[in-house]
DNA sequence: TCATTACGAAACGGCACAGGTTCGTATCGC
DNA sequence: GCGATACGAACCTGTGCCGTTTCGTAATGA
């Protein structure tokens, strides 16, 4: 189960110490092919054996299995605050929604986490890893349209925890699905945040 | 590649007819088990024919192979226009966004809609099902948005296209992906209507 | 009744690929 | 050098599906 405590103590290296290049090929690949659609079920030891470039049995005697590989590439993705605020409420909701696509950091994110959710419902264990990444990245939305209540650029009554997913879903949707053919993702997030302030209803200002 | 003319001239029926139990069997297994979160790669002929309690070979004497049959599963999902409109848009927009949910028709539609999307994006084929089935949906959410815009009921510079995600986006995740915990997907579709109606900026009226 | 076709079940050979292990070689500290 | 460990490749064994065929039985029309 334990997945790999890499430096513990680390006094000893009896003989060939492990090569940190090949740890590093694992991981990537196991994102890799996540990211380019390959479902969790199909998933194989194998597959990223061979996209790593790299024998089966050294992944073997770094984990005991594709479950425990799985949590810890997974937990490689787990980047605390990507992106910084600014002081409007509208620049930085679209500077968050922004990294629900190309993100700062890992361009994989946006394309792995989706396709595994119908897997981590399945399974109490991942779903507390998937939550882990997750989490972190509501949390930032979600306090910024708190502070927008509190400083009245956001409307006093605004239910908070809807907002967010009808901000954080349509990009989603764009972005994972190309739900619709006409949509430019990287442009919806500045579009998705001046529609919802502004409201589809009449003009009133 | 032909599917099942079904009732071509049916002028001969030399021996015992197909049973139309098998049929509905067959497909309605299909759907089950991409309802149940099988991919379209793991999903076997095999595993049809033991859910539908039928032999391989009754499968066989139907469809040339799995793209055939999945080809004429999806095609039973074609409802037309399964909700009626009434008279104001908000109105239209509830009832027809309810339907992205548990439909009046197929419970399954919209478990096995999504899923699929990963697979169609794949291939051109399959991916013409897919938008035969998809747009119709969108056509009238679509429709009834430039009817408000029309009317006065909505403002007058909407951006059509973008709503439309922007309603559908956060009730398809919700739904399909349970991504916000907290919110109850069937009373979604009032509240986004009335957030993007009022918009999330500071009251006006 | 009899020919004809459909049915479920079972079995077929073939194939692909999975999970694990073995083996000769490469790389480390001493 | 030496023991110890890591490495990639090749290998072994099992599982599962495919697509097809065979079987005994059931349902139809003539």
């Given amino acids: 189960m334990d997945p790999m405590p890499a430096v513990e103590e680390a006094p000893r290296a009896p003989g060939r110490p492990r090569s940190l290049r090949v740890d590093e090929a694992i991981i990537s690949a196991t994102l ?33 299995g594709k479950d425990a590989l799985l949590h810890d590439a997974l937990a490689t993705l787990k ?14 909701l679209i ?18 986490l989706p396709c595994l959710l119908p897997h981590m419902s399945r399974s109490k264990e ?45 990009i989603l949707v764009q972005r994972v ?5 006409d949509l430019d993702a990287d442009k919806m997030p500045a579009q998705v945040v001046d529609l919802l302030m502004a409201g589809m209803g009449p003009a009133q200002s």
């Fill in 177 to 181: 699905l190309r739900w619709h053919p």
């Fill in 32 to 64: 890799d092919l996540l990211a380019e659609g390959t479902s969790v079920e199909v998933l194989s030891i194998e597959s990223i054996a061979s996209r790593a470039g790299v024998g089966k049995a050294t992944i073997y005697r770094r984990w005991p």
């Fill in 95 to 112: 500077a968050l929604l922004g990294q629900v696509g190309p993100s700062t950091q890992d361009p994989r994110l946006p394309q792995i």
């Fill in 126 to 170: 991942h779903y507390r890893a998937y939550q882990d990444i997750i989490e972190p990245r509501r949390n930032r939305v979600r306090e910024v349209l708190r502070r927008g209540v509190a400083n009245g650029e956001l409307r006093a009554d605004l239910d908070v925890e809807l907002t967010m997913t009808v901000l954080i879903g349509p």
């Fill in 79 to 92: 980047s605390p605050g990507p992106e910084l605020a600014g002081e409007s409420v509208r620049d930085d």
